[in-house]
């Protein structure tokens, strides 16, 4: 009985691993190439694009969904980081498929202040080969584009661990800065 629940066990977290993956709409962008540019609303209204972050490294996150456990976890560590992204001249964005409204309780409830950027859409999602579309509900797959200050993917993380995430991206930093 025990194997049984073990085996089970076993193909419900494949199988959280392999479906978004295989739901996914579009190629994920390789490392090398350009980062496919963009402008959507954040949650405090203004319009965020890419193209206005030139100069920097931009830490560019999709998540599934605001106010959900691992999606409030790796906010709150992206938040708790973000003096150490400032000193490595990096800014930190996050895109789901939510509303600008459902950001902007999400940000006021955790005391976010970095960008949350809504693809109500699924668009840009997309275009990043992150969106995972069931036919009646959509979320952005939990993927990661690490963008050099002249715009070019420097790595992609396409499977995240919320919990480390943001360490893994600030070491990676480190090593790509030098």
Known sequence: MLRIAIVVLLLILVGIILIPRLLSR???????????DFTLPSQ??????????RGKWVVLYFYPKDQTPGCTREAHNFQLDQPKYAARDAVVLGISVDSVDSHKSFCQKEGLNFKLLSDDSGKVTAMYGSLVNFGVAKFAARHTFLIDPRGIIAKVYPNVDPSGHSAELLAELDTLRK
């Open 26 to 36: 579009g190629k994920m962008p390789r490392a090398g190439s350009t980062a496919p």
């Open 44 to 53: 405090d209204g203004s319009s965020v694009s890419l193209k206005d972050f």
